[in-house]
């Protein structure tokens, strides 16, 4: 069978309604793939049986010799939406196309691991709306850090360090960090590369 046809099963997890008595509940989860890999991903969850999407908006590109072509432009980078349960999510993470899901730091689950991030349908509806309908670019601004927020690494040459945010971005998405490990030195580091802690 294959991992994503999961739907007839009954499991031991606690089960909550979604037009279904006893079925579990499939919400947007948001898994973190390869760089200009969201495509290839979405495409491979959706031959398994995931429903996926990926924030992406036609657009008219012109290069230097004046050629002119309408392509796809990833608005979420390194982002691809899965729709699933959480057992299913539990499944899909160990897949080699898959680096891992975003967590929601914020939920106060009286442990230490923070539970996956979920995106309501109604906002996912709206994202795919803008950018289905918009004559102009979407753009996605990722989640700007407030001085002294204290993040990790999380990937990169600079992995499993910790550190304070000292100065917002300068407009190239990059921030500067204090490695206190490291008696105050400061290291740009790009945003997606970091989570609060």
Known sequence: MSKGLIT????????ST????????????????GPRHEKSVS????????ESFVASQKEMHVWKNGKRKMIDRIVITSVV??????????E??????????????SANTGTLN?????????????????LGQSDTPVY?????????????VIRGHFQGLEGEIMKNSDGTHRLTVSISMLGG??????????ERV
């Open 43 to 50: 495409e491979k969850l959706q031959k398994l049986g995931y």
């Open 18 to 33: 979604d037009g279904a008595v006893g079925l579990p509940e499939a919400k947007w989860y948001v898994a973190v793939v």
């Open 92 to 105: 899909i993470v160990s897949l080699p196309y898959i680096s891992r899901f975003m967590v929601n730091r």
């Open 185 to 194: 030195a400061t290291v740009s580091i790009d945003p997606n590369d970091v």
């Open 81 to 90: 939406f899965i729709r699933t349960t959480e057992k299913q999510r539990r």
């Open 114 to 130: 923070a539970p996956a991030a979920t995106v309501p349908d109604t906002d996912i509806r709206r994202l795919k709306f803008m």
């Open 140 to 152: 996605f601004e990722p989640t700007r850090y407030k001085i002294r927020d204290n993040v990790r």
């Open 8 to 15: 007839n099963r009954v499991t031991a997890e606690p089960l």
